[in-house]
């Protein structure tokens, strides 16, 4: 397990170091749908996800955005709706802007206002078209330590 995430690391630190630009734009929104496994608590998740490309550091981009979330955790239904958060940076120094790699992080509770959710993740984005984008990431939660995730964006 370590070794992966060592290996991914240093795969995604060489895409800081190229030198031509991805696709993603400031004032860029993303509009989108995924979905997620826990693998640690057999748990699927779907969510709805909005992304606006706020800050542009020439390099990168760091946008911010918001996701609606449902999942199967509990028989509560008021604890199986959640929001979170998130904010990634997006770097755009891709060759041939297809894929731009991103890390990030994300917060949010559910709709009873008791349970918590924080993360970490690491992805990579792959242009479709001008207007589609197909991704996948990795993520670290309090949760659960293995959640993969991918799903399909929208560019407006």
């Not at 550091?57 to 199986?80: D, H, M, R, W």
Request: proline share 2%; net charge neutral.
């Amino acid at each position: 397990m370590n070794a992966k995430i060592i290996s991914l690391t240093f795969i995604f630190i060489g895409f800081l170091f190229l030198n031509t630009y991805g696709q993603l734009k400031k004032d860029d929104i993303l509009l989108g749908v995924s979905g997620t496994y826990e693998t640690d608590n057999k748990v699927a998740i779907t969510s709805f996800n909005f992304e606006y490309e706020k800050f542009d550091f020439n390099t990168a981009i760091l946008s911010l955005g918001a996701s609606a979330n449902y999942c199967n955790f509990t028989g509560e239904s008021n604890k199986n709706f959640f929001f979170t958060l998130h904010a990634n940076l997006n770097f755009n120094n891709v060759p041939g802007s297809k894929f731009i790699p991103f890390i990030g992080f994300s917060g949010g509770t559910n709709l009873a206002l008791k349970d918590n959710l924080y993360g970490a993740h690491i992805g990579c984005r792959y242009f479709i078209e001008y207007n589609v984008l197909l991704f996948a990431k990795y993520g670290l939660t309090n949760r659960s330590l293995t959640s993969p995730e991918i799903g399909i964006d929208f560019r407006f």
